[in-house]
């Protein structure tokens, strides 16, 4: 049954609670979502972060954003674009950027802590390809900010919504857990339907082409 799970095509989507492999993170998102529900007037929820992993005939991919970059060879891990966390003008420094892994064979930090386990949310070959083609497009936004007029910031589950959107994949109909929310992903959509501001910093963008 293993065997055939892996050479069946699929992209699974993953909701890990923010924050699962690190108290900083975590503190920082409780902090920021009891702020959120104070001004919204609701209670506090429980805050995910999107991942997804692509299975095609040419091999097992993961996609995630991340940041801090830990170091300079992004090669290793299948980084394919870059963009600004908080302010352009800080992007020359590395903890200040994040980066769009597409990784053959990688790893994705905290994936047993992923709630419900993995989502199916396509098993159709063209559709995944396209996730895997376009994780090199994706507008490298200034993470932390709300550019797009959302009413919410760009950030990593940004990036996972605009890639299935784009695809082809109802994004829009995908949820977190219950009790929770994923931070971003309408911003994503948005971004995916061509809202997109025209002073939109470039990214390092690598390669389009896989494996």
Same mark, same amino acid.
């Given at each position: 049954?293993?065997?055939?799970?892996?050479?069946?095509?699929?992209?699974?989507?993953?909701?890990?609670?923010?924050?699962?492999?690190?108290?900083?993170? @975590?503190?920082?998102?409780? #902090?920021?979502?009891? *702020?959120?529900?104070? +001004?919204?007037? !609701?209670?506090? $929820?429980?805050?995910?972060?999107?991942?997804?992993?692509?299975?095609?005939?040419?091999?097992?991919?993961?996609?995630?954003?991340?940041?801090?970059?830990?170091?300079?060879?992004?090669?290793?891990?299948?980084?394919?674009?870059?963009?600004?966390?908080?302010?352009?003008?800080?992007?020359?420094?590395?903890?200040?950027?994040?980066?769009?892994?597409?990784?053959?064979?990688?790893?994705?930090?905290?994936?047993?802590?992923?709630?419900?386990?993995?989502?199916?949310?396509?098993?159709?070959?063209?559709?995944? @390809?396209?996730?895997?083609? #376009?994780?090199?497009? *994706?507008?490298?936004? +200034?993470?932390? !900010?709300?550019? $797009?007029?959302?009413?919410?910031?760009?950030?990593?589950?940004?990036?996972?919504?605009?890639?299935?959107?784009?695809?082809?994949?109802?994004?829009?109909?995908?949820?977190?857990?219950?009790?929770?929310?994923?931070?971003?992903?309408?911003?994503?959509?948005?971004?995916?339907?061509?809202?997109?501001?025209?002073?939109?910093?470039?990214?390092?963008?690598?390669?389009?082409?896989?494996?």
């Amino acid at each position: 049954m293993i065997a055939d799970r892996h050479r069946s095509v699929y992209v699974e989507l993953f909701w890990i609670p923010l924050g699962a492999g690190g108290w900083f993170v @975590r503190l920082n998102g409780r #902090l920021y979502e009891a *702020v959120q529900a104070f +001004v919204g007037r !609701r209670r506090p $929820l429980d805050l995910y972060h999107a991942a997804l992993e692509v299975h095609v005939p040419e091999g097992r991919f993961v996609i995630e954003n991340a940041w801090p970059i830990p170091n300079a060879d992004g090669g290793t891990r299948g980084v394919v674009a870059e963009g600004p966390v908080g302010s352009p003008s800080l992007a020359r420094f590395r903890f200040l950027r994040y980066e769009i892994r597409r990784w053959r064979d990688g790893v994705i930090p905290d994936v047993k802590a992923a709630v419900g386990g993995p989502r199916r949310v396509t098993d159709d070959l063209d559709a995944a @390809r396209r996730v895997l083609d #376009l994780t090199g497009s *994706v507008p490298p936004l +200034v993470w932390g !900010r709300d550019e $797009l007029g959302a009413g919410e910031m760009w950030n990593s589950n940004s990036v996972v919504a605009w890639l299935l959107a784009r695809s082809g994949i109802r994004a829009e109909r995908l949820q977190p857990p219950t009790g929770g929310r994923a931070p971003g992903w309408r911003a994503g959509i948005l971004a995916a339907r061509g809202v997109v501001p025209a002073t939109a910093v470039a990214g390092t963008a690598g390669s389009g082409r896989w494996p």
